[in-house]
Protein backbone atom coordinates (compact mmCIF):
# COMPACT_ATOMS: atom_id res chain seq x y z
CA UNK A 1 0.00 0.00 0.00
CA UNK A 2 1.34 3.58 -1.25
CA UNK A 3 2.74 5.73 1.92
CA UNK A 4 0.78 8.83 1.82
CA UNK A 5 2.58 12.14 1.74
CA UNK A 6 2.44 14.95 4.43
CA UNK A 7 1.65 17.94 2.92
CA UNK A 8 3.90 20.65 4.90
CA UNK A 9 2.82 24.35 5.77
CA UNK A 10 4.16 26.82 3.71
CA UNK A 11 5.24 28.62 6.92
CA UNK A 12 7.40 25.87 7.93
CA UNK A 13 8.68 25.14 4.24
CA UNK A 14 9.84 28.98 4.12
CA UNK A 15 11.59 28.28 7.65
CA UNK A 16 13.37 25.23 6.43
CA UNK A 17 14.44 26.96 3.35
CA UNK A 18 16.04 30.09 5.93
CA UNK A 19 17.43 27.92 7.60
CA UNK A 20 19.53 26.40 4.58
CA UNK A 21 20.74 29.33 3.68
CA UNK A 22 21.27 30.17 7.50
CA UNK A 23 23.95 27.56 6.65
CA UNK A 24 22.55 24.25 7.68
CA UNK A 25 22.56 21.17 5.47
CA UNK A 26 19.04 19.67 4.38
CA UNK A 27 20.77 16.21 5.62
CA UNK A 28 21.01 17.51 9.14
CA UNK A 29 17.17 19.24 8.67
CA UNK A 30 16.21 16.56 7.50
CA UNK A 31 17.37 14.18 10.87
CA UNK A 32 15.86 16.69 13.30
CA UNK A 33 12.17 16.92 11.46
CA UNK A 34 10.92 14.92 9.15
CA UNK A 35 11.13 15.89 5.72
CA UNK A 36 13.59 14.38 3.54
CA UNK A 37 16.75 16.18 2.67
CA UNK A 38 15.88 16.15 -1.42
CA UNK A 39 12.08 17.65 -0.61
CA UNK A 40 14.31 20.65 1.64
CA UNK A 41 16.38 20.67 -1.62
CA UNK A 42 13.36 20.87 -4.16
CA UNK A 43 11.97 23.75 -1.73
CA UNK A 44 15.16 25.78 -1.37
CA UNK A 45 15.84 25.35 -5.61
CA UNK A 46 11.69 26.40 -5.81
CA UNK A 47 12.05 29.24 -3.63
CA UNK A 48 15.32 30.73 -5.15
CA UNK A 49 13.40 30.19 -9.00
CA UNK A 50 10.85 32.30 -7.79
CA UNK A 51 12.37 34.85 -6.43
CA UNK A 52 14.64 34.88 -9.55
CA UNK A 53 18.05 33.41 -8.77
CA UNK A 54 17.93 30.52 -10.49
CA UNK A 55 16.21 31.57 -13.36
CA UNK A 56 16.10 28.71 -15.33
CA UNK A 57 13.75 26.69 -13.36
CA UNK A 58 9.76 27.06 -14.61
CA UNK A 59 7.30 27.34 -11.99
CA UNK A 60 3.88 25.05 -12.24
CA UNK A 61 2.07 27.13 -14.35
CA UNK A 62 4.54 27.69 -16.64
CA UNK A 63 5.53 23.82 -16.72
CA UNK A 64 1.78 23.22 -17.37
CA UNK A 65 1.64 25.86 -20.33
CA UNK A 66 5.05 24.55 -21.90
CA UNK A 67 3.31 21.35 -21.84
CA UNK A 68 0.33 22.26 -23.71
CA UNK A 69 2.05 24.03 -26.38
CA UNK A 70 4.37 20.86 -27.14
CA UNK A 71 1.57 18.69 -27.26
CA UNK A 72 -0.32 21.36 -29.65
CA UNK A 73 3.26 21.90 -31.50
CA UNK A 74 3.08 17.88 -32.38
CA UNK A 75 -0.82 18.24 -33.58
CA UNK A 76 0.19 21.12 -35.98
CA UNK A 77 3.20 19.14 -36.88
CA UNK A 78 1.31 16.10 -37.81
CA UNK A 79 -2.04 18.15 -39.81
CA UNK A 80 0.51 19.45 -41.71
CA UNK A 81 2.35 16.58 -42.87
CA UNK A 82 -1.40 15.14 -43.32
CA UNK A 83 -2.30 18.21 -46.35
CA UNK A 84 1.14 18.03 -47.43
CA UNK A 85 0.62 13.91 -48.66
CA UNK A 86 -2.76 14.94 -49.44
CA UNK A 87 -1.92 17.62 -51.70
CA UNK A 88 0.61 15.66 -53.68
CA UNK A 89 -1.87 12.83 -53.62
CA UNK A 90 -4.46 15.05 -55.04
CA UNK A 91 -1.61 16.11 -57.97
CA UNK A 92 -1.19 12.74 -58.90
CA UNK A 93 -4.83 12.41 -59.52
CA UNK A 94 -5.06 15.49 -61.47
CA UNK A 95 -1.88 14.79 -63.43
CA UNK A 96 -0.03 17.74 -62.08
CA UNK A 97 2.90 17.84 -59.99
CA UNK A 98 2.47 20.36 -56.67
CA UNK A 99 5.12 22.82 -56.35
CA UNK A 100 7.97 22.63 -54.26
CA UNK A 101 7.30 24.51 -50.87
CA UNK A 102 10.15 26.60 -48.73
CA UNK A 103 9.84 23.93 -45.93
CA UNK A 104 8.08 27.23 -43.84
Known sequence: MP????????????????????????????KEFEPTAQAI??????????????????TSAEREKLGQLRKENRKLKLEREILAKATAWFAREAGTTPRRSSGS
Open 41 to 58: RNWVARSEGLRGKRPQLL
Open 3 to 30: RSRVAYAPEFRQKMVELVHAGRSPEELA
